[in-house]
């Protein structure tokens, strides 16, 4: 893939992915899109993982290695 193209791309899917958050979080998006860009865990891993758990439901969960522990909120 061309770099100008793999970088419009790069961009378009920020840019939904952002659309996204505003519209499942609200007023709490800008919070969230705060924390992930000072270096925490990466947003769409944290909507995975939440996910994830959603559909699981563990009695206990145990986080190991998470940068600020954005992840378990």
């Known amino acids: 893939m061309h770099a100008l193209s793999a970088r419009k791309a790069f961009h378009y899917c920020r840019a939904d992915l952002r659309k996204k958050v505003i519209r499942d979080f609200g007023e709490n998006a800008d919070a969230l899109w705060a924390q ?18 959603k559909s699981l439901r563990p009695k206990k969960i145990l986080e190991v290695g998470a940068y600020i522990g954005f992840s378990a909120r």
């Open 36 to 53: 992930v860009r000072t270096g925490s865990i990466k947003l769409y891993d944290a909507l995975v993982i939440a996910d994830v758990l």
